[in-house]
Structures are given as C-alpha cells and as structure tokens.
C-alpha cells in the first residue's frame, strides 16, 4: 500500500522561502503522478501543484505559477514542492496525494493521501 508523508512546513515571514517533501513508502512513485493540494483556513481543498509519474508535465494553479516548482526525484521516491516569495495566502495545511500515470481532476481523483503539514506565512 502507497503511503505518503509531507514535511518541511513552518513559519516563513512573507517573501521567504520553504521546501515541501512528500515521501513515500510501500511502493514505488514511478507509476504515480503527485499532487499538492492546498487547505486553508476556511477554504475547500484545492490542487495547487501537480507532476507527472515520468515529471515531464507539471500544472500549476495559477496563484502559484513562477513561485513555487514541483519536481520529484524517483530514486528517492520522493516529491519536492519549492516554494518562494510565499504570501500570508499561501498559509494552510499542504498535503499531497497520489494518481495513477497522469494529473487529472481535482481532489476526489487522487488518494493515498498524506497528513499534511503545515505551513504559516505571517511577519
């Protein structure tokens, strides 16, 4: 069984920098597209990041897009989710989850989901 677990979340004072890391266990990511969802405070989940099993597509929500990079690393069964000048939006639970091959749908598509963790963006 797919297991995944984030890390890397914490306190960043607005325009800084944090390095989120979706880690796997029980099975290789190689078939798995990853996925970065976003849960703010008083906001649905929403899909903020996506790569594919082969990382040779990525999505970006566009808030995001030309602040934060998603990249994986196979060997290490492990996703990456680089995110720079981060803003108090930015601030939530990240979590990621798993889909087989492609970044398809919303949250309802993925599974395996890790328990999140969290990120605060406040000066």
């Known amino acids: 069984q797919l297991q995944l677990v984030e890390s890397g979340g914490g306190l960043v004072h607005p325009g800084g920098s944090l390095r989120l890391s979706c880690a796997a266990s029980?099975?290789?990511?190689?078939?798995?597209?990853i996925g970065w969802f976003l849960k703010a405070p008083g906001k649905d989940r929403d899909k903020i990041s996506c790569?594919?099993?082969?990382?040779?597509?990525?999505i970006y929500e566009d808030s995001v897009k030309g602040r934060f990079t998603i990249s994986r690393d196979n060997a290490k069964n492990t996703v990456y989710l680089q995110m720079n000048s981060l803003k108090p939006n930015d601030a939530g639970t990240y979590y990621c989850a798993a889909q087989k091959w492609h970044c398809e749908g919303l949250s309802g598509s993925f599974g395996s989901w890790g328990q999140g963790t969290q990120v605060t963006v406040s000066s």
């Open positions: 790569i594919t099993s082969s990382g040779s597509s990525t």
């Open positions: 029980g099975y290789s990511l190689d078939s798995f597209a």
